[in-house]
């Protein structure tokens, strides 16, 4: 991490572990995905796992058109059961290629490009209340008017850091604080109570949906929800019992591109607005969230996240440029990024027919 550490909640990193899986074809075209689970406590996904199921679902995936895409899917369903981050990096590929194979944008095949850019938020790490303000305060001198600062821990701590960030806030921008399922519902009922005069979004205050929405009872901030949101089902099942006012579509939380595109679509239909981002990644994954967010009309799309701006190693060429708070991909076939091997260095594992 460039500052050092990234910390959410209870649980800080100096750097994650990321994979990087490469489908090549015999027609000579190649597509590359990427899966980086934020830890191994965060999510039910951790790296280690990753790596082994790609291999197991390798195999069974040998022969077939990485160009049928949903036949794909099915068949990694029937292959390995649930574990949809393992699938996610696979699918991404198999989109890579069929953009190649086109001499199209991922974003053209999942609904067009109705964004020229891509909106941004800045993560605020957890930090003490006096340091978040002062990060908060540069990052708005950088360009960007989208935050999400880190809560989740002592409750105390978490009203300051709260009504300390918030205070420093320019008139228009926009602060969500993302407790990352780490309140108790009890003390995050206590913590929306003394910032009631706030304005900021609320994400993810407790774990299970359930508690998530009682907080909403006692909360008049906009609603974001987020880990629980792990399905199709999951989101009908909030806006059918309005828990949430916008949704984070975690692109590897939901198995890759295939199935995200199907839940941003309904999100769409149903009026839900949407972050779109993933779990974390560099390069590569980067480009799978900005040709979605692309492909998403602006009135849904609240913001993205751009990780390979936190981290000090770029591992691919062509990924999305930032620039004033915004990101986009160009217009290059499939995701538009060339992986950098001599950084990555050799396979760890190679299946082949």
Not at 59 to 88: A, E, F, T
Not at 155 to 165: A, G
Not at 200 to 225: A, G, K, W
């Amino acid at each position: 991490m460039k500052e050092g550490a990234y910390s959410w909640s209870t649980q800080s990193f100096a750097a994650f572990d990321s994979t990087v899986v490469e489908i090549q074809t015999d027609e000579g075209i190649s597509g590359v995905g990427e899966i980086c689970p934020l830890g191994p406590a965060y999510l039910p996904a951790f790296a280690e796992g990753a790596r082994v199921g790609m291999q197991v679902l390798a195999k069974g995936l040998i022969g077939q058109d990485p160009c049928n895409i949903g036949g794909i899917n099915v068949l990694m369903d029937r292959l390995l059961k649930g574990h949809p981050y393992i699938k996610s990096a696979l699918d991404v590929a198999c989109w890579d290629i069929y953009g190649k194979v086109t001499g199209q944008p991922v974003c053209n095949l999942l609904g067009g490009r109705v964004q020229d850019k891509v909106r941004l938020f800045k993560v605020v790490s957890r930090a003490e209340p006096e340091a978040m303000a002062e990060k908060l305060i540069s990052y708005q001198e950088q360009g960007f008017n989208q935050f999400q600062m880190k809560v989740g821990a002592d409750p105390d701590e978490d009203i300051k850091r709260i009504r300390l960030v918030a205070s420093e806030l320019k008139s228009g921008n926009k602060l969500a604080a993302d407790a990352n399922c780490g309140w108790h519902q009890h003390d995050a009922v206590r913590v929306v109570s003394a910032v009631s005069d706030m304005s900021l979004y609320i994400e993810q205050p407790c774990e299970t949906y359930e508690e998530c929405r009682v907080v909403r009872d006692h909360s008049p901030h906009p609603m974001i929800l987020d880990e629980c949101m792990d399905s199709l089902q999951a989101v009908l099942r909030g806006h059918r019992e309005r828990a949430m006012d916008l949704i984070n579509l975690k692109i590897s939380r939901m198995g890759g591109l295939t199935k995200s595109r199907i839940i941003r679509d309904v999100c769409i239909s149903l009026g839900i607005v949407m972050t779109i981002e993933d779990t974390w990644g560099a390069e590569i994954g980067d480009a799978a969230i900005a040709h979605l967010a692309h492909s998403t009309p602006s009135d849904f799309h609240f913001q993205s996240s751009a990780f390979h701006e936190y981290t000090t190693r770029p591992i691919a060429g062509g990924g999305p440029v930032i620039a004033d708070g915004f990101m986009a991909m160009s217009d290059a076939p499939g995701l538009g990024v060339t992986p950098d091997w001599d950084l990555l260095g050799a396979p760890i594992a190679t299946i082949t027919a």
